[in-house]
């Protein structure tokens, strides 16, 4: 195996993973660690009889390619929690692959981020789900930044990646978003605090959101708050079926694919119509999809 360039077929170690199965002592605190790097849920161990076992079968996915540059991935998320940890220390300061440069995408493609979090004992959101379906949607036509398990530290890929789309599957209370902690657990960020990173992206980066999606319930409470930010904003007032939800998000970007022309807040604001109307055509019971539809232009 090489050590001077990882690729997407890149097993972990013997040494990385005897380390993981010991820091990573349980598959709770092991599947935190990996939705964290944006390992497939669904590709996640089943049954393992003991923590070795379950870090290799980890291992072989990741020789099968199972996510891009997987293995270093997996190895930085554990150095960010274990700073001084040797393995995971000498894993992530090894040479990597060349990043493309920041805001930069294959020539036509929209770049979604989506920011997914569904944190312990706080009620499904299906947002694993719902980031399936965007990427299933997206085909080759949009260019997907997948963030699952989003902890706060997660927020600046925003402006090292300066997505045209974001994209929030979280719970929402009070005037807040719920992330995840390194645990998993439920962290409240106040909106207002995401709004001002989304302004100094703007500001000291020239990004500029082309729209922004939040997908929690009771929208209507903060989706205000983001259209200085966004040429778009796109929430549900409130209750959100996590099933509804999750069609909405593939009719919308499979919506978004099948464009040509870049989008504009005119068709942006027709795509996320369209895309409410097919899901009640398909599922009756999801028709607050089209009701308590919100779109919201800048203000600013």
Not at 131 to 138: F, G, H, K
Request: proline fraction near 8%; aromatic fraction near 4%; charged fraction near 25%.
């Amino acid at each position: 195996m090489t050590t001077g360039e990882d690729t997407a077929g890149a097993a972990l170690r013997p040494e990385e993973i005897r380390a993981l199965a010991t820091v990573y002592s349980t598959p709770p605190r092991a599947e935190v660690l990996l939705r964290s790097a944006g390992y497939p849920a669904d590709a996640l161990p089943y049954a393992p009889g003991t923590l070795w076992e379950y870090w290799e079968q980890v291992s072989l996915s990741l020789a099968a390619g199972v996510m891009s540059d997987g293995r270093r991935s997996i190895l930085s998320k554990a150095r960010e929690r274990y700073p001084h940890h040797p393995v995971f220390r000498a894993a992530a300061s090894e040479p990597g692959p060349r990043p493309p440069s920041a805001g930069s995408a294959p020539a036509g493609r929209l770049k979604v981020m989506v920011l997914a979090a569904e944190p312990a004992r706080r009620g499904a959101v299906r947002a694993a789900a719902e980031l399936r379906e965007i990427q299933s949607a997206a085909a080759d036509r949009l260019e997907v930044l997948p963030c699952p398990a989003t902890t706060p530290g997660d927020l600046e890929q925003i402006r090292r990646q300066r997505p045209d789309l974001l994209h929030l599957a979280c719970h929402g209370s009070e005037g807040a978003l719920l992330l995840e902690d390194q645990e998993g657990e439920p962290h409240p960020l106040p909106a207002a605090d995401l709004v001002e990173t989304l302004r100094l992206a703007a500001e000291h980066h020239g990004h500029r959101l082309r729209a922004l999606l939040l997908r929690s319930c009771s929208g209507e409470e903060i989706a205000r708050l983001f259209t200085g930010v966004a040429d778009v904003v796109i929430a549900h007032r409130g209750a959100l079926d996590a099933d509804c939800s999750t069609q909405f998000a593939g009719a919308f970007y499979r919506e978004l694919a099948a464009r040509t022309e870049p989008p504009t807040p005119e068709s942006l604001h027709a795509t996320a119509h369209v895309a409410a109307q097919d899901v009640v055509n398909r599922a009756g019971f999801c028709r607050s999809l089209r009701t308590d539809l919100i779109v919201l232009r800048r203000t600013a």
